[in-house]
């Protein structure tokens, strides 16, 4: 099963009436606010929505997935903050209520791959890079994951659903050009 198959059952999931039922977790998240100035796009749904359209037909169904669910932990710990609307925790959160989603939707061998996914969505936030810069031993480790190509996926899409001020697209690819580098043997960004 490919992205396409599940774009199509989620749509057939939406004429049918059934998909917020099936999801409750994403369904409510059409009433879940986010800062303007880095998702001018509007609520979670929305740009959950909007992301899922970048996402490309052919890519490994746990990419879908991951789109999907990627923000359902907001839901639970979205506040208002110094005059911000923060979600502290959401990929913990999120990735915590995957299992028992990916049973309930006829997906259980997925599970534990979709919640790592949602669980290190945002882990380009912690690295500080720039253009020159080294990888280090542990971003290297992380780079080794057998999911994290898949990652770099949900993290591109998750910027494509995301309209307003950040670099966080700029990020990932130079992250993913780094990750390039890496699997080709070229691994002269290397710091320890």
């Known amino acids: 099963m490919r992205a396409r198959d599940c774009r199509k059952l989620v749509e057939r999931w939406r004429r049918e009436g059934v998909f917020d039922l099936l999801l409750p977790e994403v369904a409510i998240l059409r009433d879940v606010p ?3 100035d880095y998702h001018a796009e509007g609520d979670v749904f929305t740009h959950t929505m ?3 359209e ?7 169904q746990r990419v879908f997935w991951g789109v999907l669910l990627h923000d359902i932990g ?7 903050i110094d005059g ?3 979600s502290h925790g ?11 989603i990916m049973k309930r939707i006829g997906f259980p061998e997925l599970a534990a791959d979709v919640s790592w996914l949602v669980r290190h969505h945002l882990f380009h936030f912690s690295w ?3 253009e020159n810069s080294r990888l280090t031993k542990n971003q290297r ?9 898949l990652l770099l996926e949900v993290c591109f899409a998750d910027a494509a659903g995301s309209a307003g001020c950040g670099d966080k697209g700029q990020k990932i690819s130079l992250i993913a050009e780094m990750y390039e580098e890496e699997v080709s043997g070229e691994k002269g960004r290397c710091t320890d």
Request: proline share 9%.
């Open 90 to 100: 959401h990929a913990e959160a999120g990735a915590g209520l995957v299992p028992p």
């Open 74 to 80: 907001k839901a639970s710990t979205t506040a208002f």
């Open 84 to 86: 911000r609307w923060r």
């Open 50 to 52: 909007i992301a899922l």
């Open 34 to 36: 986010q800062p303007e």
């Open 54 to 60: 970048a996402v490309d037909d052919g890519a490994d």
């Open 128 to 130: 500080h890079l720039h």
């Open 141 to 149: 480790r992380f780079m080794e994951h057998p999911l994290f190509r």
